[in-house]
Structure formats: structure tokens, C-alpha cells
């Protein structure tokens, strides 16, 4: 069975400083993760995903992710943080298409992003 | 990416009554699927929505429950049926093309709340 882990409920940042949400994954066979951003009222809007290739992955909004197979992680980074940044953020992981695919997605618990002035 | 809207938005039901979600996408796609986030959790899948025939249901939700429908490939409807207090939540409608690689897009869901 796949599962996610994000370890904190809550990250608090100050504006201009780099951000990492964390994010831990269990999957059989090679994964295909993403990480997605959910606004007050508004549904999940996809920010980045890996499949293969470059364990460093660029999104939108500035976010990067990298991959690392080793620790079974895909941590969510961005170099300065804004605070229109803050909101909850998800890790999910499914198999990928060559260790039996499916299109079920787990979801980690979230994590929620402060950015303060 | 697809364009995906949920009616209603919100809701406030009485116990023991039913309410329909719609989804519509502003193209064809291949899957759809329903998830439902309870406050302060994170997403569950219900059932992948499947066209033409009856959708696939997680363990846990059955249809006689949360009956589905998925009559064309931009559509589908989930009814939340004899509603209880334990069913308010927001529930999400995702959809995805057909490679495999491609993420899932959401909706922006509809929070119900149960009297």
C-alpha cells in the first residue's frame, strides 16, 4: 500500500527567507509524486510534479521540489517566501506506470504554510 | 488545463435529506473522480467516475450511499444520500487525460454542512 507523510502540521516562515515543507513517501516500485497548494475555499491547484528524469523539479509559482530516492522524499522548497505563499499545502504519490501504474493518488495530511511580514 | 465547475459551492441540508454535486469540465477528459475532505483531514477518494458504466468505489463508500453518475465524457454527479451530521465536508471533483503522467486537476468543491 502507498502511503505519504508530512511531518508538520504547521510551517511559519518570514517573508524574503527560503521555505521547505517536508514530505515522505512509501510506494511499490518507482513513484510519480506531486505537490499541491489549497487556498481558503478553493479546491487543490497542481503545483509540480516529478515522473523521472532531474531529481529537481521547477513549478509554479517560483516552488521547486526534489526528488530523492535514498530518503523517500520529495520536499517542497522555495528560495524567498511571499506572504500571499501562505496556505495548505499536499504531498501525493501513486505508483507509476511501469510498476503497475493506477490512478488512485495518496494524499499526505497537509501542511500549512504561515508567512509572516 | 481543464476547467472544472462544481455546483453548488456550499450547502447546509437538514439530516436524513440527499443533495447532488454536479461537475462539468470545460473539455472532454478521461477520468473524474470524487474525493471528500473532512474538516481539517486530508482527501479521500469515494469513487472514479467512470463513463457508461457504474464507478468504482473505494473501500469504505459504497453506492448505495454516494450513487454516481458519469453520463458523458465533461460531466458527472455525486449525491450525498440520508445525510448525517458526519457527512459535512467538502467534497471535490478531480479529473485527468489519459497519460499516465499527467496530474489530477480539482474543482473547487462543495463544502456541506449537516443540521
Known amino acids: 500500500a502507498q502511503s505519504v507523510a508530512q511531518p508538520e502540521d504547521q510551517v511559519n516562515v518570514a517573508e524574503g527567507n527560503p521555505l521547505t515543507v517536508k514530505c515522505t513517501y512509501s510506494v511499490s516500485g518507482n513513484p510519480y509524486l506531486f505537490w499541491y497548494v489549497q487556498y481558503p475555499n478553493r479546491g487543490l491547484q497542481f503545483l509540480l510534479k516529478?515522473?523521472?528524469?532531474?531529481?529537481l523539479v521547477k513549478g509554479s509559482y517560483g516552488f521547486e521540489a526534489e526528488f530523492n530516492k535514498s530518503q523517500t522524499s520529495f520536499h517542497l522548497k522555495k528560495p524567498s517566501a511571499l506572504v500571499s505563499d501562505s496556505a495548505l499545502y499536499f504531498c501525493?504519490?501513486?505508483?507509476?506506470?511501469?510498476?503497475?501504474?493506477?490512478?488512485?493518488?495518496?494524499f499526505g495530511t497537509g501542511t500549512q504554510l504561515k508567512v509572516e511580514l | 488545463s481543464a476547467v472544472i465547475s462544481q455546483k453548488p459551492s456550499r450547502d447546509i441540508c437538514q439530516r436524513g435529506t440527499s443533495l447532488t454535486i454536479q461537475c462539468q469540465v470545460d473539455?472532454?477528459?478521461?477520468?473524474m473522480f470524487w474525493y471528500r475532505q473532512q474538516p481539517g483531514q486530508s482527501l479521500t477518494l469515494i469513487a472514479t467516475?467512470?463513463?457508461?458504466?457504474?464507478?468504482?468505489?473505494e473501500s469504505g463508500f459504497v453506492i448505495d450511499k454516494f450513487p454516481i453518475s458519469r453520463p458523458n465524457l465533461t460531466f458527472s454527479t455525486l449525491t450525498v444520500s440520508n445525510m448525517s451530521p458526519e457527512d459535512s465536508s467538502i467534497y471535490l471533483c478531480?479529473?485527468?487525460?489519459?497519460?499516465?503522467?499527467?496530474?489530477?486537476?480539482f474543482g473547487d468543491g462543495t463544502r456541506l454542512s449537516i443540521l
Open positions: 473539455s472532454q477528459v478521461t477520468m
Open positions: 501525493a504519490v501513486r505508483p507509476s506506470i511501469l510498476t503497475g501504474g493506477g490512478n488512485k493518488l495518496t
Open positions: 478531480s479529473v485527468k487525460g489519459t497519460e499516465s503522467n499527467q496530474p489530477q486537476h
Open positions: 467516475a467512470n463513463q457508461g458504466s457504474e464507478a468504482t468505489y
Open positions: 516529478y515522473i523521472t528524469g532531474d531529481n
